[in-house]
């Protein structure tokens, strides 16, 4: 069974900051999921990864096989990003079965 | 594209009740997850469907079940709730392996 870590669980920072959210996991995998939650339970899927880096907007997620570790990194942060960062992991592509982390609690002050 | 759809968004039961959960995908995408949510356990996997079969399942009792339909819809069902099963359960589609997108979720509360 895969086991997930997340850091911090808790982070409060100033807009404008530059916010990096670690993941780490014990098993190997095909693919990493990094997921945005909003107060009232709605869930984003923000980036899958299987290797290297992809990049939206302001926000860069990056994935180290080997280490067996993923960042998440918000650039300019903005009191709209404030939400529950989730990773998780699975085995194969799509759903089949994945193991989240228990979620870091981004909290941006204007 | 209409996102993924959950009904119903709330949900009030007793103990020893059962519930049906609904879940209808993102047009085209043939494979469906359940997920539950706690403050104490966050987000479980419970089980996942891919052309009406049960392709994944979590570590859940027997009491959780579900089903797909040949149009994709899902359905998950309860019976005999506990107290503990009171949770946000969320569904997500998915165009096999690609990204999966979240319905809004249905929180239940067991009393």
């Known amino acids: 069974k895969n086991e997930v870590e997340q850091s911090p669980q808790n982070l409060t920072a100033q807009e404008g900051e530059f916010i990096t959210i670690n993941c780490s996991y014990s098993?190997?995998?095909?693919?990493l999921h990094w997921l945005q939650q909003h107060p009232g339970g709605g869930i984003v899927s923000l980036f899958m990864l299987s290797s290297g880096k992809k990049k939206h907007g302001r926000l860069i997620a990056t994935i180290n096989i080997q280490e067996k570790h993923s960042s998440l990194h918000i650039t300019a942060s903005h009191p709209r990003d404030s939400a529950v960062y989730i990773c998780a992991v699975g085995m194969g592509g799509g759903a089949d079965g994945l193991t989240f982390g228990k979620g870091t609690h981004l909290i941006i002050q204007p | 594209k209409a996102g993924v759809t959950q009904t119903p968004r709330y949900l009030i039961k007793t103990r020893g009740q059962q519930v049906t959960l609904s879940c209808s995908p993102i047009s085209g995408h043939r494979s469906v997850s359940w997920y539950q949510q706690t403050p104490g356990q966050g987000l479980q996997f419970l089980f996942e469907y891919f052309s009406e079969t049960q392709r994944n399942k979590g570590n859940f009792p027997g009491r959780f079940s579900g089903r797909q339909f040949s149009n994709s819809r899902s359905e998950m069902n309860v019976s005999t709730l506990e107290l503990g099963d009171s949770a946000l359960y969320l569904c997500a589609s998915s165009a096999v392996p690609e990204t999966q997108y979240f319905g809004p979720g249905t929180r239940l509360l067991v009393l």
């Open positions: 098993v190997g995998i095909s693919a």
